[in-house]
Structure formats: C-alpha cells, structure tokens
C-alpha cells in the first residue's frame, strides 16, 4: 500500500486484507468541543471535521474498504439545532462536495445517502445528485452521508413502503388489503422483507461501528442494521481523527471474536461430555429449595 502514509503502511501491515470489515460506520462526534477546547466558534469544529472526513475516506479506499457511512447530519440536529448553524452545515455540505468530488473520482469513490434528504435545501438537494452521479461509475469505496438521518425513522419509512407495496399488490390482485392480509400475507413478512425496505438496502450491514468523543450511546444510528456490529469508542473528537485511526480500529476489531449471539469456535461454557441430565439437575435444584431437605434451616 505505496499511498499509504508510512505510519499508516506500518499499521496496515499487520492486518489480515481477508478480514478487512466489508462495511464500517461511523458517528462523527466532537466538533463542537473541539472548537470550544480552542475557544473558538463552532462552525471552526464543523469546518475541521469535513477535513477529517476527507483522511478518513482517502484511507478507506487506499485499504479497499467496500463500505464507508458517516454520520454527518441527523434528523434531531435538524430539528433541535439553532436554524443559524443547521444553515452553515448545509452551507458546508455543498462546499464539501464541490470541492471534493475530483479527489473523490481520483480515489475511485462512490458517493451515496441515506435519510429523509428530500426534506433538505432544494439546492443542496442539487448538489448532492450532482456528485452522486460525477461519481456513479466509480467502483471502490462507497461513501454513504447520513442526512437528515434518524434510525427510527427510517424503520417507520419502511413500514410504509412495505404497507404501500401490500396496498399495491392487492389492487393488482383484484382484492382489498384486508384480504391480502387475511390470506397469510402478514404472516410471510419477515427480517430480509424489512432489510429489504430500508434506506441501506443495497450494503451490507455494518461489521464495525466506530463513535469519536468518548460519548457511550448510538444516538438513533443504524439501529436495525449494527444488531451484531462490533462497537468501538474513542475518546479522540472527530476533528483529530485520521486515517490513522482508522485503521487502529480495524485492527482493534480484528483482534475480536464475533459470535453473533452463539459461543466462539474453540470455546465453550462446560465441557459438554460431563454435564449431567437436564432432568437430574432439575431434580438437585428442587431438593435445594426444599426446606425440609436443610432442617438445621428449618424454623423450630
């Protein structure tokens, strides 16, 4: 990996390529705090962290990483921050991809969303499918900015697409929804119905879910997808994190055992050659409840 920094080069050699996360996700936290560490306004942390976002992405597609989504703006941020500085993201966002879709198409990087984006600036709108479609033909890296973005939300959409497509299907089939429902319907939906309807339906789900500034929650990110993501937290604020640490925490992650809710491969609780029958130990557990089997702990 000749474009890699020699820190990064160092780092990188030590990982195994086969067990590079197919998708990463990340929640970019910190920019205010930096900035306030600096006594300086917030739009300088918010300005500082587009510039991380940038190392991150060029790192990601130097080490082939499929899958790259970045928790850029959500739907509480929307709703919940001063319109002033919801107005300079967006602002921001239109300036991060003008200004960054030719190092995108240099490093082969595809851009795509996720959330209501239809409710952002008919402007930003505009740029966004503009750099979706300069990069479209790009085959490394995709980079999925989650705008506007709120996980709850995006289960309701799906519910409603999934509603919408049974509302369809009945017209189609000559017969009411309440039919279609009473005919089973319902009873065939099932997880992949759902993976199916949600705004990521073309990724993976993510492997590793990486949070900057120490903060220990999920904040409404991916909810239904990270169900057995490996989670990582730094203390480090989005604005000081590079490529670098990217890079540490895939090798932090491939240092885990994922176990998708079973036990590891080589491992096991008891050696199962010596347990005892179910029954037997139910009958133990009940001879232990009983008090008059321990009549020094009976009362007289």
Known sequence: MHELSPEEGSIYGQLDPSRIPQHVAIIMDGNGRWAGKRALKRFLGHQQGAESVQFVVETASRIDLPFLTLYAFSLENNLRRPKSE?????????????????????????????????ELPPEVQDTMQWAMESTGKNTGTTLTLALNYGARTEIVDALRK??????????????????????GALDRLDEPDISRALYTARMPDPDLVIRTSG??????????????AEILITDRLWPDFRGIHLLEAIADYQRRERRY???????????????????????????????????ALTRR
Request: proline share 3%.
């Open 261 to 295: 809710g079973g036990l590891g491969e080589n491992q096991t609780d008891e050696n199962v050659s010596t347990l005892e029958p179910a029954d037997q130990v139910a009958d133990e557990i009940k001879q232990e409840l009983d008090p008059q089997s321990h009549p």
């Open 215 to 228: 903060e220990q929650r999920i904040s409404n990110f991916l909810l239904w997808q990270i169900a057995y």
């Open 86 to 118: 919801v107005s300079f993201l967006m602002k921001l966002l239109k300036s991060y991809l003008i200004g960054n879709v030719k190092r995108m198409n240099d490093n082969n990087v595809r851009m795509n969303y996720i959330g209501r984006t239809h």
């Open 162 to 183: 999934i509603l919408a497509d049974l509302t369809a299907e009945a017209h189609s089939n000559g017969c009411s929804l309440e039919d279609l429902l009473g005919a």
